[in-house]
């Protein structure tokens, strides 16, 4: 299909229907006109949503045109013998799918057949327990999704820190918030007790109005740091460094909590005598900050009354980032900011298990139960297996090796790290499958590619912004337009699937397998069944406060014993280990001091969701590369100007890239962001495509040795003009 052949706007039916966006996870309610051609024209922002606020992103605005692009995948392609994709039936293509899986499971075990996850499915309230009830059915373990590159610490640290039951303080009336490198403005996520995307400027001006102190660890001069009281524009890679340093002052001061401390935190001495070598001074040399706002960080904090320290992907993605989080965490801990009895808890987690919530601590539980990798002592956990360890899964002969690959919604190929070492392994698959409406580096490089429907096309309900909202919220949406073409749900892949191999495919409310022809509403019946809020009263409910389902806190149980270890060996010893470095680069095989005197940090654009974005047009006329943004002064040291090209090369790879200047940026930085270029391995098309950072990201050279995280942020790097440029 050409650019001609869309049809033109046919305004004179125009119907408006309500929805939410799901290009990212915020889920901002919507009003959609739609023509009489079915075709989206325009959205908008819904004013009169009572959280919202009619808030959306140029993202969610460019929605018509995501819906109706030239581009668009609208079928299902097959990879002929000549290499070339041709169009097939979705159910033939299934057909042949359910076969070649089922000759795979034969000859190799069920664990032989995965599944990916990545952002696009986790927007689809369906795609990810479709995806798990499908492994559940053929018995796999090799259930992967993005959350294992993404923020993997925040799932294995309770296991290790413990946790509270009822949850940290909330946003909505904390005094104080200290944000530790994530940047909602732009993003959309909130951590633990943080600002999350609902509305983000709006809420956090009010916040600023009643008071509420920010303080935010940074590289860069982010659009949150420009509310905050306190901006600590720290070295990349040195948070644990920095937390350390917090909570030294804060104990050596006697500025914690010590009522709280002594019925619910253990280990204390311990945590105290592993910081003290982190004196103001000391941490303000490492981290390049002034050891004064160091320490006025920390009494601010300590001040408060209600408000959580939280981390976001910056922190969760450099060296000793599982450290970095307990220290979060156990900063949280010995300042008691969690909810006591009586609190009302933010969100009201509605579609999720009515669970206690009692104002107690939760013990913490060895995290590493999931299934064995086969390589480095890595383990699953929470039912999923490590992303960082999938490449060699499938490369590794033997049993257990990976030979099918399911990929809903992600995009791998740029956007998993080691892009060498991902590339090898999605061509030696036996069968890769993509489910993606763009024709991505990884769709690039499989046997077949299926269309899906995508969000204005389905029904859905806000499962992931469900836990994070400010207020006990629900809304759902029905399908607002129909689909053109053979594009399938993601459900109806994993479905179709299951019932052609014949196996189950539990689901909390039962087996989807045994109903034929389900609807998206009996899918999203069958995935929350056991929802606080029967589906169906969500279902009357769209866009609503429900003030009497608060989670109110319970009083807690007299006989429990639990506490939160913030002197725990395991992460003592990590401590230690950041005590005798200089930075915590050195944990980086092959990193050599001098050699790579700037660090890489990720980031987020706001005109793109990861390699999403750039197809369209109003999006590509924010910038067709992910420019690599350094101070002036760098630049200026280097004889670089902005747009020349330059290469940046790590311990493990190099890749060119376009320069800019960014005053926001710290000096000594490369603020860069991720998943965009191809699969090519080459750069000559940076300036059109943008450039995957993961070349320069390896998973065994540099990772958390049990959440198995790549280093992704705080890469160290040099940097030089570019030989394309010369050439
Ligand atoms: N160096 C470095 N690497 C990183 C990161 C970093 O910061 N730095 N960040 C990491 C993080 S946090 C993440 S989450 C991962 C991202 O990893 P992925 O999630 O694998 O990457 P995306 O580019 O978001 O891929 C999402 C795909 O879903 C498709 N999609 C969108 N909507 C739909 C839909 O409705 N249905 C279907 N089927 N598909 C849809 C899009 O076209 C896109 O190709 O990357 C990680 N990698
Ligand atoms: N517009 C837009 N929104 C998105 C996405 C997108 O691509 N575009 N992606 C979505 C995804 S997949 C995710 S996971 C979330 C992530 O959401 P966030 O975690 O908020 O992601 P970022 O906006 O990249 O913010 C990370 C911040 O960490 C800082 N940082 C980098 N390294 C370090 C470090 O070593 N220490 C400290 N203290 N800070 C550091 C960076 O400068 C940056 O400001 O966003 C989601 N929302
Ligand atoms: S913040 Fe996310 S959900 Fe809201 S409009 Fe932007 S892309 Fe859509
Ligand atoms: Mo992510």
């Known amino acids: 299909m050409t650019t001609e052949d869309v049809p033109t706007a046919d305004n004179t039916e125009l119907d408006t229907k309500h929805s939410f966006c799901r290009v990212c996870h915020a889920a901002c309610p919507i009003e959609v006109d739609i023509d009489g051609n079915d075709h989206v024209v325009e959205i908008r922002g819904v004013k009169d949503d009572p959280l919202f606020e009619g808030y ?45 899986l089922a000759v795979i499971i034969e000859e190799h075990g069920p664990g032989a057949v995965a599944s990916y996850t990545g952002t696009g499915g986790y927007q689809n309230s369906a795609a990810l327990e479709s995806a798990r009830g ?39 009336d904390a005094d104080v918030s200290m944000a530790i490198g994530y940047n909602p403005m732009v993003s959309s996520y909130g951590a633990v007790g943080g600002l999350q995307g609902t509305n983000p400027f709006m809420v956090m001006r009010r916040a600023k109005e009643r008071g509420m102190k920010l303080i935010v660890v940074d590289p860069r001069k982010t659009e949150l740091s420009t509310f905050a009281d306190i901006h600590l524009q720290v070295k990349p890679g040195e948070d644990p460094a920095l937390i350390s340093g917090l909570i030294n002052v804060i104990l050596s001061e006697g500025l914690h909590d010590q009522e709280f401390c002594d019925q619910w935190v253990n280990g204390l ?10 004196t103001p001074e000391y941490v303000a040399e490492r981290c390049q900050i002034d050891a004064d706002d160091l320490v006025a960080a920390a009494r601010m904090f300590a001040a408060g009354t209600r408000g ?7 922190p969760n993605m450099a060296p000793n980032s599982l450290l970095t989080e307990h220290l979060a965490i156990s900063l949280n801990a010995i300042c008691g900011r969690v909810n006591r009895e009586g609190d009302h808890l933010e969100s009201g987690a509605l579609l999720y298990p009515d669970t206690p919530k009692r104002a107690q601590a939760i013990a913490p539980v060895d995290p590493r139960t999931g299934p064995p990798h086969r390589f480095r002592n890595l383990r699953g956990y929470r039912g999923e297996m490590l992303c960082t360890a999938l490449a060699e899964e499938i490369l590794e002969p033997g049993e257990g090796q990976v030979r099918a690959l399911i990929c809903s919604g992600g995009n791998p190929a740029v956007a998993f790290p080691d892009q060498a070492l991902t590339m090898e392994a999605l061509r030696d698959l036996e069968l890769l499958v993509v489910v993606d409406h763009r024709m991505t580096a990884t769709a690039a490089e499989a046997d077949y590619v299926i269309a899906p429907t995508l969000s204005l096309e389905r029904a859905d309900v806000p499962h992931l912004m469900d836990r994070w909202l400010t207020q006990p919220y629900t809304n ?40 034929e022809t389900p609807t998206d509403h009996d899918v999203i019946d069958h995935i929350y069944a056991l929802a606080r809020m029967p589906l169906d009263e969500v279902r009357a409910h769209r866009r609503e406060v429900h003030p009497d389902k608060s989670l109110i806190t319970q009083a807690a149980d007299p006989k429990c014993t639990a506490k939160f270890e913030v002197g725990t060996e395991i992460m003592m010893t990590k401590l230690a280990a950041v005590a005798t470095q200089q930075t915590g680069s050195e944990l980086i ?54 747009g020349d090209l330059i290469d940046i090369s790590s311990t493990v790879g190099t890749i060119t890239g376009v320069c800019e200047a ?15 270029g191809d699969g090519s391995l080459e750069d000559d098309k940076v300036r059109d495509i943008g450039v995957p950072t993961s070349r320069l990201t390896s998973t065994t050279a540099a990772y958390d040795d049990i959440t198995g995280m790549a280093v992704l942020s705080a890469i160290p790097v040099n940097v030089r003009a570019s030989e394309l440029q010369t050439a």
């Open 589 to 642: 095989e092959g990193y050599v001091d001098g050699e790579f005197p700037f660090r890489l940090v990720s980031r987020r654009l706001k005109a793109s969701l990861n390699s999403l974005g750039p197809e369209l047009p109003g999006l590509a006329r924010k910038g067709t590369t992910n420019a690599a943004y350094m101070n002036p002064a760098d630049l200026t040291a280097l004889g670089l100007e902005s």
């Open 56 to 100: 959306t992103c140029i993202k969610g605005r460019q929605l018509p045109d995501q819906m109706h692009h030239p581009d668009r995948l609208r079928a299902t392609y097959r990879r002929a013998a000549d290499g070339h994709l041709e169009e097939v039936a979705s159910a033939d293509a299934l057909d042949e799918i359910a076969t070649k």
């Open 662 to 676: 960014a005053p926001d940026v710290k000096q000594g930085v490369i603020s860069m962001a991720h998943s965009w």
């Open 134 to 172: 499908f492994h559940k059915g053929i018995g796999s373990r090799s259930l992967y999704t993005s959350v294992t590159i993404d923020q993997p610490a925040k799932g294995v640290v309770p296991g290790i820190t413990g946790w509270w039951e009822a949850g940290f303080h909330n946003f909505r």
């Open 269 to 278: 001495g311990e945590l105290m005598a592993e910081v003290a070598p982190f």
């Open 476 to 515: 759902y949406t029905d399908a607002v337009i129909e689909p053109e073409g053979d594009v399938l749900n993601e459900w109806q892949v994993f479905h179709g699937l299951s019932r052609r191999l014949g196996t189950p495919m539990p689901l909390a409310g039962g087996d989807l397998a045994e109903i």
């Open 308 to 314: 959580t320290a939280g981390t976001g992907t910056g």
